[in-house]
């Protein structure tokens, strides 16, 4: 018999290829997906937007995959067009993609094989955003550990082609929106966000950690104006936690 | 500094990566780089996935409450009305996206319309 670990039961995985591809076409099937779908809509929304503000189709097709956070898409065009300085926009962004760090820091647990080597975590830590994360720790449990890291990569390299098609696509067509559709797909990110977050809720303490996010940060935007993601993200995940240890004191 | 500061055609593209792109992913090799060998099931997991969610949640917000572009010329409740009754509906819903969408979006439209 072998030494089994209570974490990888499958002794059997640490011996052949240390990942799965196969998989990787079953990550890449999954743009034909409500989740993906949404996605791609906002990214028309983005790519007239691009278009309006003057953008050049390379820099769009540039900035699309390398940043690959629409929020931090929206806060760099938005402050290209208000003619800040890059270390202005470079701290906004960075404020609102601080999320990116909890959010590798669950899925690689979650994706990573036996034998994964850490270089293998930082490039794929780049694919990271919310449409394959939600998607991903939704479904690790029903893949073989060794297909899982394949799968992300192929739903996210999937993800990335598609939507700098999209938006290079719409700013091509010069296609001009009237502006209540430009609303209209610029509403979808935040409420998409917002849902697909929801997915990934397993314990009670996430989904209350959600809806004190969701309150705190318009609120303290009223008290530090600059840094109320921040306060409001950590607070907010602070408080949520707190009430799950409390939940499990009393449980025991 | 700024975004026509140079007139060469590499300067937009490193403004890009100073501005969005190095920010944006030097948290995710931090978070590559603070995860080790955590396992999967510890309970530190827990808290940092009650971090992420309340980040994305403040995030999203944000964008509603905070908008630039088109959406601004909506008003306030209408916006936060639509986004809260959108996401209830999905919740309702057994966590149906496409009806949460609707929902969401047929409200703002409303809202437009009616005005």
């Known amino acids: ?252 | 500094m700024f975004y026509d500061s140079f007139d060469t055609w590499w300067w937009p593209f490193v403004f890009i990566m100073l501005a969005a792109w190095l920010p944006t992913s030097m948290w995710r090799w931090a978070g590559a780089w603070l995860i080790g060998d955590i396992d999967e099931h510890s309970e530190v997991l827990v808290a940092v996935r009650c971090v992420a969610t309340a980040l994305v949640a403040a995030v999203a917000a944000q964008f509603i409450f905070f908008p630039t572009g088109a959406l601004a010329d909506f008003a306030m409740p209408v916006r936060a009305g639509a986004a809260v009754v959108g996401f209830v509906t999905y919740v309702v819903t057994k966590q149906n996206m496409i009806a949460g969408v609707l929902v969401g979006e047929a409200i703002l439209i409303a809202a437009y319309l009616a005005a």
């Open chain 1, 1 to 252: 018999m072998t030494f089994m670990s209570p974490a990888d039961p499958p002794t059997v995985e640490d011996n052949g290829p240390i990942y799965d591809w196969s998989w990787f076409p079953r990550g890449m099937a999954k743009i034909l997906s409500i989740p993906a779908l949404i996605l791609l809509s906002a990214f028309i929304g983005f790519g007239g937007l691009a278009r309006e503000v003057g953008l050049p189709l390379e820099q769009v097709m540039f900035m699309v995959p390398l940043v690959w956070a629409l929020p931090s898409h929206l806060l760099l065009v938005g402050g290209i067009v208000t003619g800040l300085p890059w270390p202005f926009i470079a701290l906004t962004v960075m404020l609102a993609a601080i999320r990116m760090m909890p959010m590798v820091m669950a899925l690689v647990p979650e994706i990573r094989a036996p034998r994964t080597k850490p270089w293998h975590l930082f490039a794929v830590s780049n694919m990271v955003a919310i449409t394959p994360w939600v998607h991903t720790l939704a479904v690790a449990s029903e893949i073989p550990r060794r297909g899982r890291l394949p799968y992300f990569m192929g739903f996210a390299a999937t993800m990335m082609l598609a939507t700098t098609s999209v938006a290079a696509l719409v700013h091509q067509l010069a296609a001009t929106f009237p502006p209540v559709l430009m609303a209209a797909l610029y509403f979808l990110t935040p409420i998409y966000f917002t849902m697909a977050t929801w997915k990934t809720t397993r314990v009670l303490a996430e989904k209350l950690a959600l809806g004190l996010g969701f309150a705190l940060g318009p609120l303290f935007a009223l008290v530090v104006p600059q840094a109320n993601i921040l306060v409001a993200g950590f607070l907010g995940g602070a408080i949520a936690y707190g009430v799950h240890r409390w939940q499990k004191s009393r449980a025991v």
